[in-house]
């Protein structure tokens, strides 16, 4: 009975500790997700009187040029900075892992554009943008350096792009150094022994231990990158015409300012399925190679 006694007072301890997190989750997560999704079937502006209008405005999303706009947009974004994440963050772990000096100092200094928030970032570099790169464009005589990034229609996500993969580096290459020290010396012994060259070894043997980090990489990274707000917030604000307008930053302007909150609340429910279908898939994909291996 005693023991009976403590299990019961060490389960209402844990009760109680994960209640404020739990009320805290409801409150700002699954309350105005449930919100959201009864919002979607209205033609609510956000305030005042509204009415169910059922699926109409899911019907509208697909005949909507400005929202496939986004769409694209949004999409060819997120895969070339998930490509080029990965990619650098994956050779800065590997340079980082290896046997330099001043290791643990460098991998503080990479991490420290993860700490800045995205907003603070994205000022600091729409002033790069705006002001330096442009005067040395001038005083150097650059033609293509003479203007901002920013203004150009075909290039200002290129700015964005640059911007969102430096802040966002950070993070994969500390998931990917965790991967990188997690493999076994014994293993890199046995293929020097071999007589394995470096990139053999990098191919056949870190790339394939790797691939439960990478597809942790891949998931987070697609998923922060379809879901980019802060950078086009300070840099771009969806200009110039419109050629930088993301899924969230649509979401946010016309559904808060625009007097479309009903139809961008089914916006954001369709982009959340998005979002979930994409990384199941990518996790079935990655899943099966690991078996594989």
Not at 76 to 95: E, H, P, W
Request: a positive charge.
């Amino acid at each position: 009975m005693k023991k009976n006694k403590r299990l019961s007072k060490k389960t209402r301890t844990y009760i109680l500790m994960a209640l404020p997190a739990l009320v805290l989750f409801a409150v700002f997560n699954t309350v105005p997700l449930i919100t959201g999704f009864v919002y979607s079937f209205t033609n609510s502006r956000g305030y005042g009187s509204f009415d169910f209008v059922g699926f109409r405005n899911f019907i509208d999303l697909f005949q909507d040029s400005r929202v496939g706009n986004s769409y694209l947009f949004t999409f060819k974004y997120a895969i070339v900075g998930t490509i080029l994440v990965n990619v650098i963050s994956l050779l800065l772990a590997v340079g980082l892992n290896s046997k330099i000096k001043f290791k643990n100092t460098l991998r503080g200094i990479y991490f420290i554009p993860n700490i800045l928030g995205g907003l603070i970032v994205g000022y600091i570099f729409s002033f790069i943008f705006t002001y330096i790169i442009p005067t040395l464009g001038t005083t150097l005589h650059i033609g293509f350096l003479e203007n901002s990034i920013l203004a150009s229609e075909s290039a200002a996500w290129i700015g964005v792009l640059i911007v969102g993969v430096w802040q966002a580096v950070a993070m994969n290459t500390i998931i990917y150094i965790s991967g990188l020290q997690a493999i076994p010396a014994d293993v890199y012994e046995a293929s020097a022994i071999d007589g394995a060259g470096k990139w053999y070894t990098f191919r056949k043997i870190t790339l394939p231990l790797l691939v439960p980090f990478i597809t942790i990489n891949f998931i987070l990274s697609t998923k922060n990158m379809l879901m980019v707000f802060d950078q086009i917030m300070s840099l771009t604000k969806g200009g110039p015409a419109q050629s930088t307008e993301s899924i969230s930053y649509l979401i946010y302007r016309n559904g808060m300012d625009g007097g479309q909150f009903g139809f961008q609340c089914a916006n954001a429910v369709m982009f959340f399925i998005v979002i979930v279908v994409i990384s199941v898939v990518q996790m079935k994909i990655t899943s099966k190679k690991e078996e594989q291996l």
